[in-house]
Every structure is written in C-alpha cells, then in structure tokens.
C-alpha cells in the first residue's frame, strides 16, 4: 500500500473514531459543563446590545437606596407599600410604556390595609402597571385562577409544547386590583444555576399566562399570540423556542441597561408632586420599559447569569424584555450542525495530522483544526444562533490525539531510528531536513552534484608510533571530534572515517544551493581549529600536527550503497577521485588546503584564493586548475608575496622558466609553494620539455 494511502486511511479512521465518541459523550450528557462553560465565555465575549436596549430602564432597590430611607424617614425593612407610590406616580407622570415589579407581594402591609390601598391607587393610575406571581408545578397557595386578579390581556391561537403550572402564588387582593395584568417571574436555572433561557408563555388552570417581559410588552401593545411548534409568535414577532417551550435568551453584556436606585425614583416623585426638581430627568423616562427589582445582598434575589457572578433578577426579566422588543432571541442550531461540524473537523485534523510530515504542519493543523470549533460557535452567536462547541472540541481533541499517538507509534520509530543511524554523520539541520523525506533512505543512488571534502594529517603513521593504543585513541577521538562538529555546523555529511582521514560531503541527502561555499569555509574552520589545537596535540604526540585538505566539486552517485542487511549511505564517481587526488597534491606544493576550478566557480568571490597549478593527475588526459583558499585577514597579509607568485606563475606557464625561478627564489623561504616551484623551473630549465603547455604533471599520486 502507498505511504500517503496508509496515512489518509489513518487519518480518516482516527477522526471518525474522534467524532463518534464526541457524538456519545453528548448523547450521554458528559459534555454538558464544558459546553456551558464555552457558551458562557461567547455570551462575556461577544454580547452586544439590541435594538431595544435603550427602551429598558431599570430601578434597583439597593443597599444605597435602603440607608436612604433609614437616614431620611427613619425606615427600617420591610418598607410600607406606600413608599413605592412616588416612584409609580413619577413614571406616570414620565410616561413610561410599562412598570413591572419583580416582586410578589403574596402577603398583607404589616402597616395595615390603607397601605395596601395607597399602593394600589398609584398602580391604577398608572394604567399601565405589571404585578409579579409565581407559577410552579408544587409550591404555590392555590391551584385556581383568582377572582381578584385581572385575566390575561391578550388571545392565544395554535398550540405547542410549554411549562404547566400546578399552583400558583398571586398577588394580594388589595394590590392586584391596580395592576393592568400580572406576570410570572418563576423562571427555572439550567442544572448548574445559570439562567440562559426564559419561558415567555406557561400553562395554568386552562389559561395561557405571560411572564413578566411578554404581560410590560403587552402593557404597552396588546398583541395576538400565536404557538406553533418551535415558535412563539408575539404580533409581528417571531421568537423560537426550545422543545421545552423555553426561548433562548440573548443577553446584553454587564452595564447594558441605564439604572437606577429606588431612592433616586422615590425622591425623584415626592419632589415632582411639591413642584421640585426631580433627581432623574422625565424625559429619560418616556417611552420606556421600567422594571423594579432587589439589588440589595440582604434581600435575596441576586441570579447567576452567563456574565458571569451574580446579577440582580430582574435582569433576567429585563434580558427577556428586551429580547422580545428586539426581536432577536437567539435560535437553537439544528442537531446535525453540531454532529456534521465534529465529524468534519475531527475528520481534517486526523487527516493533516497522519499526512504532514513537518513538525510545525501538524502543530499548524492542529492549531487550526481546534481553533475551527472556537471561530464556527462565535460565528454562529454573532448570527444568533445558539450551536455546541464542546462537542466538535471534543471530536477534535480525540483525533488530534488518536492521530498523534499513530504517527509516533509508526512514523516515531522511524524518525529514532534515522536520528539514531545518522547524527554520527548529519547535521542537525541535515537530520531535520532528512526526516521530512524519509524516502531517501530507500537503498539505491541518485546522481547529484556534490563537494567533497578529503582530509588527512601529515605523517600521522609515523606520529603514531610513538604512541599507546590508549594516548592513540585519544588523540584521534579529540581531533576527529572537533573537525566533525566544525563540518556538521557547516551542515556537512560525513561519509566515513577511515583512520585520521575524514570524508565528507555536501548537497546530499538534501538540496545546499550553497554547498561549495560551505565546504570551503568548513576546510578554513577545521584549519584554524586545528591551529589552536595544534600546542595541546604537541605535548601528547611529540609532533606538530598538520592537516591537508582537498576539495572537488563535481557530480556523483550518492544514496545507501551495498546489501539489503547491511548498507552505507556513501558516495562514488570521478569527481570523489579528483578530491581525494587534490588532498595527496598538497604534499607536491606544501600547501594544507586545495580546492579545483569547479568548486572555485561556485564560491561567487566570497572567499579569496591564489591560483596554485594547471594540473593533470595520474590517470587523466586534461588538466585541472586549482586554487589555494585563504581566510581574508591572511589574503591580505600576503598581498605582496601572492602578487610575485601570480607573475612568476605566469611565466612559468609561458616558458620562461629562468625568469620565473627567479621570481619564485624571492619568496620561496616563506612560501613554501614558491620554493616548490623554483625547484620545478631550475629543473626545467636545465632540461626544457619539447612541447610545453604550461600544466604541471603529477608523477605519483
């Protein structure tokens, strides 16, 4: 089976193996906290206000507002109903759309009945006043509709799924008659206490009741209602609920709505009805949606919301008010959204994950695959649509993870193995490239262009025989140690040690575009390494210790090499001869570092060097031209003495070989190619050649 088939099947089995268990913890409930958890963190990110957020006021009664009344008239909790009768009568006056409380008064004024009445005189004035009761299925005081509360201001048609209440706890006779309608303000938390949906319309005793937002909004506009399964029609507004008959609330993010203390409402009224200026201006009151809650820590309506912490109650109500005017309660996305989006996504991680090859690829993919769940939900919010995100995370999390545990089980083993086989001779860099193409172990050759490196030190044979096995081995570890680490830092393959002789290479098992400039500046890094090492190595050898280096850049056959058991990733061809050749030649000139023309011409002028000799070898008919390299600084220490070297080399090639020993015999005592070459023209000079074409013959290898 083809390596990228065996991939892609993996990576299609670990992502539906991702994404069905996704699918079964969700059916199973255990992804309910993280998605809760995620979807709170959308609603804190991304709540915006709607379009009738600023028809929405809120008055809190606070702990401000109740040292207020301690302060000015001596009250203590609770208050008497009368004292909520200024702020009614101002938001009359104001002309406000609506005032609810979210209070149930279900008990008489413990300051007598006139109280009572005084507060319900100010809410009939209003016209326009909504009283709080709570509907439950057991914990209320009647299980009837009663006679003093006023019926339901608005028609329902159709039907649909919604809450039914067994019992109730309405609001006292004394108070109800002032009220316009009365709605319900028992609202269910999710099972971690977090409201994020509202029952805008329930059941009781054959009646269709309101709850608080739907009776201020009807207040203000009676509509027709209408149901249908999955949606609650409110006059030209279309609200969907969930299969619970719950609407999913939108909220609005902290500080949305303009709020008030009590006390600023209550004073506000009493200064109006004595011709004063009043503390909150009427004309922010106009037209708006007033709600009243407890804000107050001792009163005990604080509600936790997807904003985190905890908010007053009525803000609840207040959300679901809003949402309503807005018409923009958030709509719940069909089941297969989230089921299709986990199996796609944990699908695509599992796939780029088991098919890249590159570290950073897979991290990028899986960075991108579990940040797709995160951009999809937020998306979908903005949209107003409530979708799952745990669950496609989940999806993704497992295949990511299934994923990985494959590839290191199989692709690990690999990766140990050729890190293992060849940080001896790679370097990192090489190691890392070699990893991404891991084919190129295959055993066979590929022609490539190659240079190639051969060294060796200066009559190490003889040096070595002044040695123990044991100061031999540690001499040879300590120097092959320190020329392989400079060759690897210059991203060199090492073919072979053979001895104190190193070969090297470079463009293979992967692509240098600059590989003849990184050998060369590996021979001059080696050189001045060995340099430095050169007094220690005396002291143990008895000898100076000097290195030759050849370098050829030319094609050759490179791949793993020899039997199907056993197999050297190595290289063959003419141009590994000619470089092998070049190192032996620096004994011919007295030079430690030869490069020929090839090599040369790849260098772009980066390193500066002095032309050596038109050579022809043992065993080849033409001649190569080689080079000297140098660093800079010693180029231009010797500036003069390489001037005299080119002249002399010129007339040496010309045939003037007296002159040119001439030239050659100045420089000779500090050059020692110079002194090589005023022997070669005093001996062509006694015994010119009969046909001289300037290239200079090697006799031996």
């Not at 949402?323 to 958030?330: I, T």
């Not at 293992?420 to 190691?431: C, D, E, G, M, T």
């Amino acid at each position: 089976m083809l390596p990228s088939l065996k991939k892609g099947l993996a990576g299609l089995a670990v992502g539906l193996i991702g994404a069905a268990l996704a699918l079964g913890a969700q059916c199973l409930g255990w992804l309910d906290v993280p998605e809760n958890l995620t979807y709170d963190l959308r609603v804190r990110t991304l709540a915006r206000p709607g379009a009738a957020t600023d028809r929405i006021r809120l008055v809190l009664l606070d702990q401000k507002s109740l040292d207020w009344a301690k302060e000015s008239f001596g009250l203590g909790w609770p208050w008497p109903r009368q004292a909520y009768a200024p702020m009614v009568d101002f938001c009359k006056r104001a002309g406000a759309a609506s005032l609810s409380f979210d209070v149930v008064f279900t008990e008489p004024s413990v300051y007598g009945v006139d109280d009572d009445r005084t507060l319900a005189e100010s809410l009939r004035a209003m016209g326009r006043a909504v009283l709080a009761a709570s509907f439950a299925r057991s914990d209320g005081s009647t299980e009837a509709w009663p006679a003093h509360v006023p019926e339901p201001c608005f028609t329902v048609g159709g039907d649909g799924p919604l809450h039914v209440a067994g019992v109730a706890a309405f609001p006292i006779p004394d108070l109800a008659g002032g009220a316009a309608c009365v709605g319900n303000v028992n609202v269910s938390p999710d099972a971690d206490n977090v409201y994020r949906s509202f029952p805008l319309l329930l059941k009781f005793h054959g009646r269709y009741v309101p709850s608080l937002p739907l009776a201020a909004a009807m207040a203000e506009n009676p509509e027709p209602v209408a149901l249908a399964p999955g949606m609650l029609a409110v006059g030209p507004v279309r609200v969907p609920l969930t299969p619970g008959g719950d609407a999913i609330l939108n909220y609005r993010g902290r500080g949305a709505y303009t709020t008030y203390s009590a006390a600023a409402l209550m004073e506000s009224g009493m200064r109006s009805a004595e011709g004063g200026q009043p503390v909150v201006d009427p004309a922010d009151l106009r037209g708006k949606h007033v709600l009243f809650g407890f804000s107050a820590t001792g009163l005990l309506d604080l509600r936790s919301t997807p904003m985190g912490g905890v908010s007053p109650g009525v803000l609840v109500n207040a959300t679901a008010l809003d949402n309503l005017l807005s018409g923009d309660f958030l709509r719940a996305a069909p089941p297969w959204t989230d089921a299709t989006s986990t199996l796609l996504l944990a699908v695509l991680g599992g796939l780029g994950v088991t098919l890249l090859s590159s570290l950073w690829g897979a991290v990028a993919v899986s960075a991108a695959t579990l940040a797709a769940p995160l951009a999809l939900g937020s998306v979908l919010y903005l949209q107003g649509i409530r979708s799952g995100m745990a669950e496609p995370l989940a999806g993704c999390l497992i295949a990511l993870f299934l994923a990985g545990t494959w590839k290191y089980a199989t692709e690990g083993r690999r990766r140990r193995f050729i890190k293992s086989a060849f940080k001896q001779y790679l370097s990192p860099k090489v190691i890392d490239q070699l990893l991404l193409h891991p084919e190129r172990l295959s055993l066979g050759g590929e022609r490539r262009e190659l240079t190639i490196f051969f060294s060796d030190l200066q009559g190490f044979t003889s040096i070595s025989e002044g040695l123990s096995p044991e100061e031999l081995t540690g001499v040879l570890n300590d120097y092959l140690s320190a020329m392989t680490d400079i060759i690897h830092y210059y991203e060199g393959t090492v073919d072979k040690y053979e001895g104190d002789a190193i070969i090297a290479f470079w463009n293979a098992p992967v692509d240098q575009p600059g590989h003849a400039l990184l050998a060369v500046r590996a021979a001059l890094a080696c050189q001045g390494r060995l340099a430095e090492m050169r007094p220690a190595l005396k002291e143990r050898t008895r000898a100076d210790v000097l290195m030759r280096i050849g370098l050829n850049t030319g094609p050759a056959v490179v791949g793993n090499l020899g039997s199907k058991e056993r197999f050297d990733y190595t290289m063959l061809g003419d141009a590994v001869n000619l470089a092998a050749r070049l190192e032996s030649i620096n004994k011919q000139f007295g030079t430690y570092t030869m490069i020929s023309r090839p090599t040369l011409d790849r260098l772009g002028g980066a390193i500066p060097v002095r032309e050596l000799s038109s050579l022809r070898v043992v065993g080849k008919k033409e001649a190569v031209t080689v080079y000297e390299p140098m660093p800079a600084e010693e180029h231009e220490r010797r500036r003069d003495d390489l001037a005299v070297f080119a002249d002399g080399l010129a007339l040496f090639r010309s045939g003037d070989f007296a002159p040119a020993a001439a030239l050659f015999e100045i420089i000779a005592p500090r050059d020692p190619a110079a002194a090589r070459y005023a022997a070669k023209c005093a001996e062509l000079a006694a015994a010119p050649p009969e046909h001289w074409d300037g290239v200079w013959t090697m006799t031996s290898k």
